[in-house]
């Protein structure tokens, strides 16, 4: 036991992070070797340069707050190299076309579905939707735009409703039209998945969504509008189900 907390404190040295006091929770909990080596093999890349604190952990995966060299700020979402994640997502990758070819093990279908994260930020973001840039992926890690404020990243839409819900509500749906115009229903669309910086949303989590060739697709999208309609309604009292006809 010893022994693996020294290495674990070796390598957390070289990959530059600083988590105090926390640190041993957190290192045993959430870095496996093979995710320390690809931070490392991040860090070596200068994609990014230190980790700096913990933004949230969760059963498939962890996010963190980072730095690049030139001081920039970026969220780093690391997925777990488990049976659990492999679980969860792996009726999200069958049936999805695009990723017909990944690989067959655990491990490989985690590191495609952290592609997939990947690819659906880029697409959303392309179609014009507000999702957060997606900077890089690498194995189970993926490097995307930081949402917050210093070390303190911008609260969910469960954490802090917006002041003016009708207008939020106007710009999040541009945001589900903007995605559905390029065929992708995000199928984890729920008030925990959306933030409000500062007045506006932004939609994050979108590792599950899926493309309109996959058997899903309409399911999903389905569920999606269902949340949204309980969850704003509570705040827009005149809101029907067919504003959220999208
Ligand atoms: N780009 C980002 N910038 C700032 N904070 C973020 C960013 N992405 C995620 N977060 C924070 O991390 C939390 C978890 O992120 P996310 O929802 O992507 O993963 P998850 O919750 O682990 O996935 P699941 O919903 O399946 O549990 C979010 O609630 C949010 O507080
Ligand atoms: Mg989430």
Not at 45 to 54: H, P, R
Not at 87 to 103: P, Q, T, V
Not at 175 to 199: F, P
């Amino acid at each position: 036991m010893r022994g693996r907390t020294e290495k674990l404190d070796r390598i957390l040295g070289s990959i530059n992070a600083n988590f105090g006091q926390d640190w041993k929770k957190t290192t045993d909990d959430v870095f496996d070797e093979v995710t320390l080596k690809n931070l490392q093999q991040l860090i070596s890349q200068g994609i990014i340069n230190t980790i700096e604190n913990v933004i949230a952990t969760g059963k498939e995966g962890n996010v963190f707050r980072a730095k690049t060299i030139k001081g920039e700020n970026r969220a780093v979402k690391i997925y777990r190299i488990n049976t659990a994640t492999f679980r969860k997502l792996e009726k999200y990758i069958e049936g999805d076309s695009r990723f017909k070819n990944s690989g067959n093990s655990p491990r490989d279908r985690i590191f495609t579905w952290a592609q997939k994260e990947y690819k659906n930020l880029h697409s959303m973001r392309a179609a014009g939707a507000n999702v957060p840039q997606p900077y890089h992926v690498h194995k189970n890690i993926v490097v995307m735009q930081y949402l917050g404020w210093r070390f303190r990243p911008y609260p969910t839409v469960r954490e802090l409703p917006p002041d003016k819900p009708e207008d939020f509500f106007e710009k999040l749906k541009l945001s589900v039209k903007a995605y559905r115009n390029h065929n992708l229903s995000h199928g984890d669309l729920s008030e925990y998945n959306i933030i409000n910086r500062r007045g506006e949303p932004f939609i994050i989590d979108v590792g599950q969504a899926v493309p309109d060739s996959h058997p899903l697709y309409n399911q999903l999208h389905r569920r999606d509008m269902k949340n949204l309609h309980r969850f704003w309604k509570k705040y827009i009292p005149s809101l029907r189900k067919e504003d959220l006809k999208i």
